[in-house]
């Protein structure tokens, strides 16, 4: 794992004392880094945003269940993967959870190893998003750096237009475009205008979710 990954930490929330310890000495027993909390609501509130790992969470819970926890996620700025367990799983229960955003649902008792590869592809998939969250922010502040001229190079160029297009649309030579969009992409450290493209991309869903 990089140096600039966080460690990742399994959450292992269930009411019962029995499943928590099992599964704790199980996780560890592999060398995974875990917490355990007796409640949603105890994991809420001691969990601190940006850390990495995944969430192993029993469904029926007192106070508050995993389905309804799961919902609030967001609202803690945790976007870590869920793995729902249950031992009186129905068909509609994982239909939620995993509509919900639950990366899987399993059902107790379940087999260790099943598990254990549950919770590797779990930490997986939250390493490649938070890798993903890491170059989005890079390309987040190199458009930052761009003069206001860049930017609109850039928009126009991203569209599809043409250097004799941006010019006539921004009311200045071609020469002088040529010039800004060469400054342009070496800023965003992008090798073609695929790259550039797919850079574009990015930042609009990262503003579309941040307006939403």
């Not at 990742?8 to 880094?33: F, K, M, N, P, Y």
């Not at 007796?38 to 106070?63: H, Y």
């Not at 250097?163 to 071609?174: F, P, W």
Request: glycine share 6%.
């Amino acid at each position: 794992m990089a140096n600039s990954e966080p460690t990742q930490t399994i959450h292992i929330i269930d009411d019962d004392a029995d499943v928590r310890d099992s599964l704790q000495w199980l996780l560890e027993s592999v060398g995974l880094q875990v917490r355990c909390y007796e409640t949603a609501l105890a994991f809420l509130e001691r969990f601190q945003p940006g850390a990495g790992g995944c969430v192993v969470m029993d469904v029926r819970m007192p106070e508050l269940s995993g389905i309804n926890a799961q919902k609030k996620f967001p609202e803690y700025g945790i976007d870590l993967p869920v793995i729902m367990i249950s031992a009186h799983g129905s068909i509609d229960m994982a239909v939620t959870a995993l509509t919900d955003g639950a990366l899987t649902f399993i059902e107790k008792p379940f087999d260790d190893q099943v598990l254990i590869d549950h919770v590797q592809n779990a930490l997986e998939r939250d390493r490649q998003h938070r890798r993903k969250l890491q170059a989005l922010a890079v390309h987040r502040q190199r458009y930052e750096g761009l003069t206001k001229r860049e930017r609109q190079v850039f928009e126009e160029v991203v569209n599809g237009l043409s250097n004799q297009e941006v010019a006539d649309k921004l009311g200045i030579n071609r020469k002088t475009v040529e010039g800004h969009r060469a400054n342009m992409m070496s800023k965003m450290a992008a090798d073609s205008l695929a790259e550039l493209v797919q850079i574009a991309i990015s930042l609009r869903q990262q503003d579309a979710v941040l307006h939403a």
